[in-house]
């Protein structure tokens, strides 16, 4: 790891970094219907959000299976969905087959007109104090509102900031017209954030358990073994794949949780984690940190937890807690 993104790093948990997610999937979805389309197709409560509201949600098959986590922005005649880079046009492709005649629901993918940073680290409320934002300072997970950001080279407007860094860590996400792309990045460089490479932030997505698709989020887990709970709605009514989520839920089915695993080498994702002489689960991925190796991996939830030592290839290590995920049943 360069030193560049291990400073990178001690920023983002310490003071303030700035990331560039803009290869990240925006897509619009407009129409008087759009709530209740979104409701019914992804795990989370859309029909009780007002504009400025947002929420995770993760969509999935009709067998619960994962296909990616994104995070919705109720605005008054929309809602934006920044979805992973590699799931925006599946997910285009996707929606759209379930908008019926009658629906009044349209797609559009914005992503090459906008743009999408993230603020990570505790002295993001600092900068966004100095944007005149600061009543976004302890609202709930993303809340948003529309500012305008002055610098050198003119005035963004339009920018919308989000409450949440996209991580665990405490931040915010601003998502504006690509045309104020040099004005906002400046702009937030000037008032002290650090820049952070992509190779940075995939550091702390893996230490944090963020997952993603083709690695965390596949056809062989559901929302609940990942331990997004967060994301889920018990309350509310009919959706894809909910009948399999609701029963993992009621008779405590969950078998297999996700994890972080510390490790003293580098080996390949897809290995099998082996506790003893048993495979106990697989890793899904790895990065270098600061202090050694992490990563991430499945685990049958009866062959233990956190302390659970492990081998993974030729690597020995210890599973740990990662803080974006959960691991408990919600309180009935």
């Known amino acids: 790891m360069n030193t560049q993104d291990i400073i990178a790093i001690k920023a983002a948990n310490e003071s303030v970094v700035i990331c560039d997610r803009t290869h990240w999937g925006r897509i619009k979805i407009s129409g008087d219907d759009r709530l209740r389309f979104l409701h019914n197709q992804s795990t989370n409560d859309f029909q009780s959000l007002k504009p400025g509201q947002g929420c995770d949600t993760v969509f999935v098959t009709s067998t619960a299976r994962t296909i990616d986590l994104a995070t919705a922005y109720v605005r008054d005649d929309a809602v934006i969905l920044v979805v992973s880079p590699n799931r925006r046009e599946y997910l285009m492709q996707w929606l759209d087959k379930y908008i019926f005649f009658a629906d009044k629901v349209e797609l559009a993918d914005i992503t090459k007109y906008t743009c999408t940073f993230s603020l990570i680290g505790p002295k993001s409320h600092e900068i966004i104090e100095k944007l005149t934002a600061g009543e976004l300072i302890a609202q709930p997970q993303n809340s948003h ?141 790895i990065t270098e940190t600061p202090d050694g190796y992490f990563g991430l991996g ?10 659970l030592k492990v081998t993974v290839g030729d690597s020995e290590g210890e599973v740990v807690e990662i803080p974006f995920v959960s691991h408990d049943y919600p309180e009935l």
């Not at 080498?265 to 002489?277: A, D, F, K, Q, T």
Request: hydrophobic share 35%; with cysteine; charged share 20%.
């Open 145 to 285: 509102k529309v500012y305008s950001i002055s610098g050198e080279k003119g005035v963004a407007e339009g920018v919308r900031i989000a409450v949440g860094s996209g991580l665990a860590s405490p931040g915010y996400t601003l998502i504006f017209p690509v045309t104020d792309r040099e004005i906002v990045w400046n702009k937030l460089l000037e008032m002290g954030a650090l820049e952070m490479t992509q190779t940075a932030w995939e550091s702390l997505r893996v230490t944090q358990g963020r997952p993603i698709p083709e690695q965390e989020l596949t056809d062989d887990y559901n929302p609940l073994e990942v331990g997004l709970w967060q994301t889920v709605s018990f309350n509310k009514g009919c959706y894809i794949g909910q009948e399999t989520i609701a029963r993992l839920n009621t008779y405590k089915g969950v078998k297999t949780y996700l994890w972080g695993i510390k490790l003293n080498s580098l080996v390949e994702p897809g290995n099998m984690i082996n506790s003893g002489e048993e495979k106990v689960g697989v890793l899904t991925s």
């Open 298 to 307: 499945y685990i049958r939830s009866k062959a233990g937890g956190a302390g």
